[in-house]
């Protein structure tokens, strides 16, 4: 009997240990960025860019295609949480090349939900722009289209 029980409890130690190691790999963390750290990426990725040297990330809005179409960070593309996997083919071919996605802001778990999905189709290098959209526009950081977005800029002040 004694041998059945320790049978047992070997058993169910691996199953938990099993369980714990799967759920500590599948609870992903991603890194943050703030303001200042992303506009020196965006202005660091401008001049390679300029020069005619390959892209070092790549900044990936995660709103909506109308709010992407209305004003979105300059040098971002448009990948939509909700329609991941439409425009999935926008992404970069190569997998650990360095992703910052940003949303509104206000919805961070819209961000995490996007990372979650990135990292599930095997992208490795992930960071959020944790204040998103609504301050990197106030704190006048570039901001495309040019026109629609300082016009709209100059309205509010």
């Known amino acids: 009997m004694t041998t059945e029980r320790s049978k047992v409890a070997f058993l169910v130690l691996h199953i938990l240990i099993f369980a714990y190691a799967s759920r500590s790999v599948a609870a992903t963390d991603f890194r943050m960025i703030d ?3 992303l506009h020196s990426m965006v202005v660091d990725n401008a001049y390679r860019l300029e020069g005619g040297r390959e892209r070092q990330f790549t900044v990936i809005d995660a709103r909506s295609k109308e709010e992407y179409d209305e004003a979105h960070i300059f040098g971002a593309i ?3 949480e909700k329609d991941f996997e439409k425009y999935a083919a926008l992404l970069p071919k190569d997998k650990d090349l360095p992703l910052v996605v940003y949303c509104n802001g206000m ?3 819209v961000c995490k939900k996007w990372a979650d999905k990135a990292a599930a ?3 490795t290098d992930i960071t ?6 609504t301050v990197w526009k106030d704190s006048r950081m570039p ?3 040019f026109t629609k977005a300082f016009n709209n800029q100059d309205a509010n002040r």
Do not use: L, Q
């Open 107 to 109: 919805k961070p778990p």
């Open 121 to 123: 189709e095997g992208y």
């Open 128 to 133: 959020i722009y944790s204040e998103g959209f």
């Open 35 to 37: 303001t200042a750290r």
């Open 143 to 145: 901001i495309a289209p």
């Open 78 to 80: 448009s990948v939509p």
